[in-house]
């Protein structure tokens, strides 16, 4: 039988930091995965460059770029660690970095960067008192709590670990092939805390084969739009929280990828339609009634390429006769109607690609049973969740590894 003063499941990005951070506390800490790579999921993210943080997170509204059933949740731990924090230890362990758009943050070099900066900080922990063991790969068959001696037990296939507290932090279920599993919801339930269903966000919409059929010849072709959630038909309340995204959009064989699409997917309800504006910030009536006024005699899937691709262009017009002639002879009604598609194209997605396509998993260990300022379980003294594995998502861009390195620090600190 192994003691120590606390045991971490899952050795991702949120684990890691924790363990590395309460070992520098001095305290004695057992992480366990099942996995043989180390972090696999830092080490594919960011296109391998690891996108780490966002500066453009506001540490006075830092939910405005959170997704949760609880919105205010994450400010807290947000608010105490910051992306200026994580930045000051890239800057410690002389890992360069650069800014690719919206205040992402990317390693100049890989991921792996990241990882060993992770794995240096663990073993920091003996300078100062503290331990970090890592076992892995080892599967944690069964977790028990003895309540009068306030101990987990964590059976394991390298045998018995106790500690005073247990940190869940085993993440999404993203990418199952390098080793996503349910096994914290799981946990989390069989000591009574409850789960917001999981769903996969961040992740490429589909759409069914022959409603998509007049679109599948458009894959490959990639542009800037404003997309946005809608109402379902005779659904008032949704509107209020609509959301827009201004991205870049991506068409693929089966559907809709890209930034943009990914952004929304988060927030997209089975069932629900999606509005695109092909053109943003183009007023389409407008521009294309005045080149007819002109005498425009260009065809109009050539009048749209000042402002659309032109394959999009020539899908588009191929929808509808009265749009396949010159500018000149189409009536205002089918150029108004032709703006408006273009303009506010409402379609609804049949589904999304799933786990194996997906960046995050939407949903999670319910926050209304958790401490906002430790992440402990807060009818389950020992019990801590951070990470992915709490229903806090954040949005592309670098703010999913802000919470894992804030939701850690926290959890460490209180431990
Ligand atoms: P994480 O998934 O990192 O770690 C969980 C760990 O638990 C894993 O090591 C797993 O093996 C282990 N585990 C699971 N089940 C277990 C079990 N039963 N027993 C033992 N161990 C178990 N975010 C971002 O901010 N910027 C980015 O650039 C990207 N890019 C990106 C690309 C891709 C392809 C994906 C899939 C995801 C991203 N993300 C991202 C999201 C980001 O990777 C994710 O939010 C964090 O890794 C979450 O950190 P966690 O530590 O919570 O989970």
Redesign the pocket.
């Known amino acids: 039988m192994f003691s120590y003063d606390v045991i971490i ?7 890691l930091f924790c363990a590395a951070q309460a070992g520098q506390r001095g305290l004695k800490v057992l992480l ?4 043989s790579a180390v ?4 080490r ?3 296109g391998g460059r ?3 943080t966002n500066r453009d997170l506001d540490p006075s509204a830092p939910q405005k770029h959170f997704l949760s059933s609880n919105s205010h949740f994450c400010r807290s731990a947000l608010a105490r660690f910051t992306p200026g924090d994580f930045i000051a230890l890239m800057h410690k362990h002389g890992i360069s970095f650069h800014e690719k758009h919206k205040g992402q943050l990317f390693c100049d070099g890989s991921a792996q960067e990241l990882i060993d900066m992770l794995l240096a900080e663990c073993q920091t922990a003996s300078a100062h008192g503290g331990l970090v063991e890592r076992w892995q790969p080892c ?2 068959n069964r977790v028990d709590h003895d309540a009068s001696a306030c101990l987990y037990s964590v059976e394991t296939d390298r045998g018995l670990a106790k500690a005073p507290a247990l940190v869940l ?4 279920l ?2 199952p092939k390098i ?3 349910d ?1 914290g919801w799981r946990l989390a339930r069989q000591f009574g805390l409850r789960v917001i269903e999981p769903r996969p966000g961040l992740v490429p919409l589909t759409f069914d084969g022959n409603g998509w059929a007049p679109y599948a010849g458009m894959a490959g072709i990639a542009l800037p739009v404003a997309i946005s959630t809608s109402e379902a038909p005779g659904e008032k309340k949704a509107k209020k929280s609509r959301i827009t995204f201004h991205e870049d959009l991506l068409f693929t064989h089966r559907g809709l990828s890209g930034p943009a699409v990914l952004q929304i997917s988060s927030y997209w309800q089975a069932g629900a339609p999606i509005s695109i504006d092909l053109a943003p910030g183009v007023d389409l009536a407008t521009e294309l009634l005045a080149a007819k006024a002109r005498g425009s005699r260009k065809l109009i899937a050539n009048e749209l390429t000042a402002w659309l691709p032109s394959r999009l262009a020539d899908t588009w017009v191929s929808l509808n006769s009265a749009w396949q002639r010159p500018i000149n002879e189409a009536s205002d009604k089918a150029l108004a109607q032709l703006a408006e598609q273009l303009s506010d194209w409402q379609l609804v997605p049949t589904g999304t690609e799933g786990y194996r396509k997906a ?2 998993t939407v949903g999670g260990v319910d926050t209304r049973d958790l401490s906002s300022q430790t992440m402990e379980a807060k009818n389950q003294p020992g019990l801590y969740c951070i ?3 709490v229903d806090v998502t ?1 949005w592309l861009g ?5 919470w ?1 390195w804030a939701s850690a620090h926290a959890c460490a600190q209180a431990i």
């Open positions: 499941l899952g050795a991702g990005a949120a684990g366990i995965d099942h996995s972090a696999e999921k830092i594919i993210s960011g690891a996108n780490f599967k944690a932090a085993t993440g999404g993203s990418i080793g996503a599993t096994f960046e995050v990470g992915e594995v954040g670098g703010y999913n590894f802000q894992a």
